[in-house]
């Protein structure tokens, strides 16, 4: 894949690290081959995710944002047919998404016609060929927004269940605590020490998991701080 080189600057590029993720926000200019082989010039997406995943995201972001499914065209190729897209043109277009798999993750390259043999680029429809940049980081904002927002509530779901079990271990050492007393308040025999000795043992685990488990919960916290500063790095992507 032969990627364009301009005077103009064609690379929008923001990195964000952080202790739980890494993100890398990417749109550029490349040339692509559409289903039949043709060279088109594109903009092209740069995502972390795979390719199954990002043809998900790309299909769900044309049918909130036109109403309209998209159909396939052999494995890696997504298009909306036919289809106007107000921010770009008043022509309908034939709007495609070439997914290819790279080392990390995988490029989505968008190409515009309005024609069978009629497409966007620097040379033809060239302001139109300009709007696609900042529609396909819409895209990859759109993108992202879903891919932390699902990982936001595997986190939440996480937290509620150790702070379950958290609770669980409280009520477990009230129990076994209020039978130590009463055993204490009685004549001491040797199951009754036993017992005593056996549910202090148990008591001594459930702190040692309590404390495991808010550990656990305050990086879980910190994840979602993470992907907070990073859906605001995202929506800043313009």
């Known amino acids: 894949m032969r990627k364009k080189s301009f005077a103009l600057p064609v690379l929008c590029l923001l990195c964000f690290a952080s202790t739980a993720f890494a993100q890398k926000l990417l749109v550029e200019e490349r040339s692509?081959?559409?289903?039949?082989?043709?060279?088109l010039d594109s903009w092209t997406a740069?995502?972390?995710q795979d390719m199954a995943y990002c043809m998900e995201t790309y299909g769900d972001f044309i049918k909130e944002l036109v109403k309209v499914k998209v159909n396939k065209r052999g494995k890696s190729i997504l298009v909306a047919e036919k289809t106007t897209f107000p921010e770009l043109s008043d022509l309908r277009l034939d709007q495609r998404?070439?997914?290819t798999t790279e080392s990390a993750g995988t490029a989505v390259s968008f190409t515009f016609s309005p024609g069978y043999d009629i497409h966007f680029n620097r040379e033809a429809y060239k302001n139109?060929?300009?709007?696609?940049?900042?529609?396909v980081k819409s895209y990859v904002r759109f993108h992202y927004n879903v891919f932390y927002e699902e990982k936001r509530k595997d986190i939440e779901g996480k937290i509620k269940s150790k702070q379950n079990d958290i609770e669980s271990n409280n009520k477990k050492t009230e129990r076994n605590t209020k039978s130590i007393t009463e055993n204490a308040g009685a004549a001491e025999t040797d199951k009754t020490k036993a017992k005593n000795e056996k549910m202090q043992r148990e008591n001594d685990g459930y702190a040692s998991d309590t404390t495991s488990k808010r550990r656990e919960i305050e990086d879980l916290?910190?994840?979602?701080?993470?992907?907070?500063?990073?859906?605001?790095?995202?929506e800043e992507f313009k």
């Open 32 to 39: 692509v081959k559409n289903e039949e082989t043709v060279e």
């Open 46 to 48: 740069g995502l972390d």
């Open 97 to 99: 998404a070439i997914f």
């Open 221 to 234: 916290q910190e994840e979602l701080a993470s992907i907070t500063k990073i859906l605001r790095k995202v």
């Open 128 to 135: 139109e060929f300009a709007k696609g940049e900042a529609f």
